[in-house]
């Protein structure tokens, strides 16, 4: 098998995605509780709770792939773009230090496209030209995947050895409506927050064949603007997308849980953050075709 840590492991994406691969996740890291709770429900590893801020060498195993997807943060557009200078840019810029001391066959990457912009990326490029990798970057959205929602993001193969990363086929879009599944009354909205944030909506009904999510982010439990698609339902109320769709909509099998004590607004930022699951495993398949087991 080839053997890969998940860094920033949150809910697991990147092991979603290694399910049924030659891929074996030997370690996962978050300092999220939360999130490891979660990751631990659904497989058969318990994520360190580590602050990636000051993990050391010695800390890490050794391994073929890295998979990282570091907080957006600092990059993301909604934010202050602080770069390199946000303290939530400091557990990536501490793991870029490490890969010269680890070499790792492979390294992924996945965030925001203005990740592409910052002076992070391009330390990284340097730092990683430097070691000797050859580097794949790509951007990739949902859509290409047949998913009626639009989520863009960044990622990077850097690899030993030279391929060319081909892009996913096209699909045929599938309908918001195949990935409804919930009827809970807590997912609907009441009159009050629909008069004082119905304007910012972005709405789609559920009997619109073409219609389009907006991405899911993690402030979709408490902000109602540009967060996240409220849904028409048929009757005209207005309800938000359940945390169990949303993770449908990323590629999570229906079989994914959540622990018992992870209540609705939880769940939400946990999805919210994490990555579509076909986009991984649309790199992995490439990736694992030049990665040998066990030389990390
Ligand atoms: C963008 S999310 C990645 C989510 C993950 N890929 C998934 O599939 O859910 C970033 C994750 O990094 C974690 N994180 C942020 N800063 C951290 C740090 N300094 N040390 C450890 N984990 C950190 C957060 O708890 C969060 O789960």
Redesign the pocket.
Known sequence: MIRAI?F???????SQAARNSSVEVIAA????EA?NETFALNYQLRPKS????SISEQEIESADIWWM????TPFSVRGKQLDQHDA?A??FLNLIEKIPKKMPQAILI?NVAAFQQSQVHAFLRHSLIKCGYHLNEVSMCSTQFGVPMRRRRYFMIASNKPFVLIDPEPIPTSPVSSFLQESLTELILDDQIINKYGDGFDIVSEGDLHGTLICFTKEYARCMKASGTILRMSDNRLRRISPSEILRLLGFQNNFVFPQRIDLPTQWK?VG???DVRAIKHLLKQVTSVVDCGEG
């Open positions: 998940e920033f492991s949150g809910i697991g994406a990147f890291f978050d300092q999220s999130a580590k602050n990636l801020d997807s570091p907080p957006c939530r400091k557990s996945e946990l953050n994490s990555v």
